[in-house]
């Protein structure tokens, strides 16, 4: 298996390119079945999950071709199936519930594995079935899958109990060629459902109030097949900010949409870090004043969780007490044992975090727990003195593309080999 080797302490600085989004891209690429034709999306991210979400549609029969040197995906949808979902796909990547929706509308049935326990906690999905139910679906569990049988969905009103991006973008799916109007009310406002709402409106879906709490949803007896430019991924500009930070070089990253990561942007000003942004970027650079700062997760437009492990590595290098509080995942701090290893000063009480920041970090050797705790490490070892080893990668694989090659371009010290464990 592959390792990153880091040789830490080197100021980074430069410009980094940022891809697409991949939470966006998701869901877009399984929306694409809504409609039997040929979809072709752009600034498609070449990354494992981009991978596994196409091995599964074409189980359930689309013919998909992805180009990842102009990072295009076409996807011809005329001929789909309700080919049960296995366990073997959603374990690995737990969006494959959002099929749900895009099976139903076609097929009248779906019969997806559910997904288990995760390494960032339980992560329920419950919310996604009780909505397909009021959207007239019967829903049964049987050995570990999901089986969904509807004789039509019908639009209804659904008062989500908990803001879950994942719900709102599957009901949004359910809705667009249910019968009737649905309202959706509490839902996540985050830019991915905003992106997978603005394709499926590009198809031709009548949808009102995307990235507000009530979305309402009138359903049309057809889409059509479009081309689609997935939109940059928040997610990563933050992280290579933070990265930036980290190390206080000078890092601006571009292709991106400034008001996506505007939470970020004003927790690093507080921390007190200059930053600047344009139309289609924002940069880092660092100052004399640097101190602590509470950064509390909260749904879109709060400061987003899968930047919280980021943050936390930051926040390490930065003198004075800051504290952070998880509120959106119980089990999101497993970064922080690996982060010990490399001399930081951490305390875990419940949801809060607190962080005695401005302790050198130095080289260990670490491992990966999921996708953000690995950019968290990255970012550590980016910030250590001496060479850190970083196992499992295949976690970064799963949401940063082309990772190695665009920190080496800003002078970043990395290397991935072959041969750890
Ligand atoms: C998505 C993102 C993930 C991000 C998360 C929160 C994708 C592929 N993943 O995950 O990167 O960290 O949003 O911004 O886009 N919940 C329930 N029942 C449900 C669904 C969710 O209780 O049926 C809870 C979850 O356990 C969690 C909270 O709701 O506590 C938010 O989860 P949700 O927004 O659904 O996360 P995902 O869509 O899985």
């Known amino acids: 298996m592959d390792i990153y080797k880091i040789n830490g302490g080197k100021k980074i600085s430069g ?8 939470n966006a891209a998701l869901p ?74 895009p099976l139903l509308a076609r097929c009248r049935e779906a019969d997806v594995s559910l997904p288990g326990g995760c390494a960032i906690g339980a ?74 709402g603005n394709f499926l409106i590009k198809m031709g879906a009548d949808i009102q109030g995307l990235g507000t709490e009530r979305i309402a949803v009138k359903g049309v007896a057809s889409l059509k097949a479009v081309e689609y430019h997935i939109m940059p991924d928040r997610i990563e500009a933050g992280s290579y900010l ?38 289609d970027w924002a940069s880092v650079a660092p100052s004399d004043n640097l101190r602590g700062i509470l950064v509390e997760t909260t749904p879109h437009p709060g400061f987003p969780t899968d930047l919280q492990a980021p943050m936390m590595a930051l926040m390490t290098t930065v003198p004075g007490i800051s504290v952070m509080v998880e509120h959106i995942f119980e089990n999101r701090f497993t970064h922080v044992a690996e982060l010990h290893r490399m001399g930081a000063q951490i305390t875990i009480e419940g949801k809060c975090a607190i962080i005695k920041g401005g302790t050198s970090l130095m080289s260990a050797p670490v491992m990966m727990s999921d996708l953000r705790a690995g ?13 850190t080893e970083i196992r499992r990668i295949y976690h970064c694989d799963r949401g940063y593309e082309k990772l190695c090659h665009k920190l080496s371009a800003v002078n970043a010290d990395i290397r991935r080999v072959t041969g750890g464990m």
Do not use: W
């Open 123 to 196: 992560r329920p999905v419950d919310i996604h079935l009780q909505g397909f139910e009021k959207l007239g679906t019967d829903i049964n569990l049987d050995h570990g899958y999901v089986k969904a049988r509807t004789k039509g969905l019908k639009g209804a009103l659904y008062v989500m109990p908990k803001v879950s991006v994942g719900a709102t973008i599957n009901l949004i799916m359910g809705a667009v060629l249910a019968e009737g109007e649905t309202v959706l009310e509490n839902c996540a406002m985050e830019p991915d459902v905003v992106d997978l």
């Open 375 to 387: 950019a968290a490490l990255v970012i550590a070892a980016l910030a250590a003195e001496g060479e």
């Open 28 to 101: 877009i690429i399984v929306g694409s079945l809504l409609a039997d034709g040929t979809t072709i999306l752009t600034n498609v991210p070449d990354l494992m999950d981009i991978r596994t979400t196409i091995k599964l549609i074409e189980h359930l029969g689309a013919k998909t071709s992805f180009d990842n040197e102009t990072n295009t995906l076409t996807i011809d949808a005329k001929e789909i199936i309700n080919g049960e979902v296995p366990y073997d796909l959603v374990k690995t990547m737990r969006a494959s519930i959002y099929v749900m929706g």
């Open 242 to 279: 933070l990265a930036g930070a980290a190390v206080r070089g000078n890092i601006r990253v571009t292709d991106i949409v400034p008001d996506h990561i505007e939470a970020l942007l004003d927790s690093l000003k507080e921390m007190g870090f200059q930053i600047k942004t344009g139309p």
């Open 15 to 22: 410009d980094i390119p940022i891809s697409g989004a991949k």
